[in-house]
């Protein structure tokens, strides 16, 4: 069988042009910044599992569709990388690693596997109608909720459509404070932390994955409340200098903290509770 190395290093010369346009490029971006660390995250699972998806799978069958599969990676990597497609540029490579898989070690090896595979997906960029469609009312809402809280602290604010004014200062609510983009880096970290606790209870993994999505709402909120009661307070430069960097990782802990309290929360519904036996008289 065909050792690992000379398909890492085929990898790597297919894909490390890639990944270093991404890292001087879109993962530049404030809305696409969760893309290094998502596929960080994602080899460090395999890594983890490795030793389990090599025991599963010693002595499978090789599953011929991996080169089905090998054959459309490749066609899609050509197509993304000449025409500049990182849809078809990303996706390629997560194919590509499903092929491999499916060559070398069988379907049991992607059953072991999967997790880290599907994470990836969430490095993927969307197209632009599709995140600009979703990300409108998503903004609005959270803009409407940040205003209100602030008005019933008595604050000098009010909003109009995304724009919110407070005192001398107005504040646009942009995509990467409350976009689309930001709801599913947020819905990753989740699915991440259900990964790593790996509740025994499929009712509450569920629950806690749906319940996300008001966490990261949630978090956006608190964000855009956070960056502009730093600019009412210590003036524009504060508010888009460090401190909104600073408020960048506002959003992620208070999700991290809120995400843990909903679980904790859960908990009393999903008990995992013990059969009662029954002696015999």
């Not at 395999?46 to 490749?74: D, T």
């Not at 070690?105 to 599907?118: E, I």
């Not at 109608?129 to 909720?145: E, F, Q, R």
């Not at 209100?148 to 407070?166: C, E, H, K, S, T």
Request: charged share 10%; with cysteine; net charge neutral.
């Amino acid at each position: 069988m065909i050792p690992w190395w000379p398909i890492l290093l085929g990898l790597l010369a297919m894909y490390a042009p890639t990944f270093y346009d991404l890292a001087n490029g879109l993962w530049t971006d404030d809305e696409q910044i969760h893309g290094p660390i998502i596929l960080a995250l994602s080899l460090w699972l395999m890594y983890r599992q490795w030793p389990r998806m090599i025991e599963r799978s010693e002595g499978k069958s090789p599953a011929n569709i991996g080169w089905f599969i090998f054959v459309i990676a490749l066609l899609l990597y050509i197509a993304g990388r000449s025409q500049q497609i990182l849809i078809f540029e990303i996706g390629s490579f997560i194919l590509m690693l499903i092929a491999i898989l499916l060559v070398k070690r069988g379907s049991a090896a992607l059953r072991v596997l999967w997790f880290p595979l599907f994470f990836m997906l969430f490095m993927i960029p969307l197209p632009g109608p599709v995140v600009s469609m979703l990300t409108m009312p998503m903004k609005m809402g959270v803009s409407y909720v940040a205003e209100q809280i602030l008005f019933w602290f008595d604050y000098p604010i009010a909003r109009n459509g995304v724009i919110l004014q407070i005192g001398q200062y107005q504040l646009l609510v942009a995509d990467a404070c409350a976009g689309l983009q930001t709801l599913l880096t947020l819905e990753a970290l989740g699915l991440f932390y259900l990964n790593l606790i790996q509740h025994t209870s499929i009712s509450r993994n569920v629950m806690l994955a749906i319940l996300i999505v008001p966490i990261s709402f949630t978090a956006n909120v608190i964000r855009v409340i956070v960056l502009t009661l730093i600019t009412y307070h210590y003036g524009d430069a504060a508010g888009q200098g460090f401190m909104h960097g600073f408020a960048g990782m506002v959003l992620f802990i208070s999700a991290l903290i809120l995400i843990l309290s909903v679980d904790s929360f859960l908990q009393f519904f999903f008990k995992t509770r013990p059969v009662n036996s029954v002696s015999p008289a």
